[in-house]
């Protein structure tokens, strides 16, 4: 079966833009994360969808950041005037029901660079 | 919070055992999770431990001590291809917590 897919797999845009990343998640997973892997570092959490719960998004470093998802399936995370310390690999992962063992596969992730 | 520390960088020769050490401090607990990452490429996922012991799967193993916020990841019978980057994340069991809180990440370079 498919695994997580993600687009752009690659997006450069110039310093204040915006931009568009999507995450599509294994069919008939519930939970779907969004994580920012930056040069070096470890990955870091940005927001958490379960089913039609609130999103849990206490891992957004700005009001710059918001993620949606639509229809329990598809999301989209938007980077409003994207600075160049936004520049990160953006990864998205889904989980088949966000329980406390479930297991997260990961997609091949967005490469961001902002110019 | 969380704080997870392993170590920056290993080398190890093809064909030799390497032992990727973690150790954390969380507030909860509800399991650790190895996973394989080569350059460029996705995390994929290795194992997964949540009461204390060994786990074996294959070539590798992962190893929890709850109680000494440790665990190790054992990689036997090494091969190039075991060249990557090997993180180790813990999941909280506070609130409605369910991401994960990765450590930096072991690079792994296995030498002919």
């Known amino acids: 079966g498919a695994g997580v897919s993600q687009s752009p797999s690659n997006k450069v845009t110039e310093k204040g833009k915006d931009v568009e990343l999507r995450c599509d998640p294994i069919?008939?997973?519930?939970?779907l994360y969004w994580y920012r892997q930056s040069l070096g570092q470890g990955l870091e959490f940005l927001i958490y969808f379960q089913g039609n719960s609130a999103p849990d998004k206490s891992g957004l470093p700005s009001d710059r950041f918001s993620a949606e998802r639509t229809g329990g399936s598809v999301s989209t995370l938007t980077i409003q005037r994207t600075q160049q310390e936004d520049s990160a690999v953006y990864l998205c992962?889904?989980?088949?029901?966000?329980?406390?063992?479930?297991?997260?596969?990961f997609g091949p992730g967005t490469r961001l660079t902002v110019l | 919070g969380q704080n997870i520390d392993q170590p920056t960088e290993m080398t190890a020769t093809e064909g030799a055992i390497v032992q990727i050490n973690c150790t954390y401090q969380t507030s909860g607990f509800n399991g650790l999770f190895w996973y394989q990452q080569h350059a460029g490429e996705a995390p994929t996922f290795l194992s997964y431990?949540?009461?204390?012991g060994l786990e074996e799967k294959g070539r590798f193993s992962s190893f929890l001590s709850r109680s000494k916020g440790y665990s190790y990841l054992l990689l036997k019978e090494l091969q190039m291809k075991d060249s990557a980057s090997y993180l180790c994340a813990v999941r909280d069991s506070s609130g409605s917590a369910r991401q994960l809180t990765f450590g930096s990440g072991t690079q792994l370079t296995v030498l002919p």
């Open positions: 069919s008939g997973h519930t939970a």
């Open positions: 992962a889904s989980s088949s029901s966000g329980g406390a063992f479930d297991t997260q596969y």
């Open positions: 431990n949540v009461l204390d």
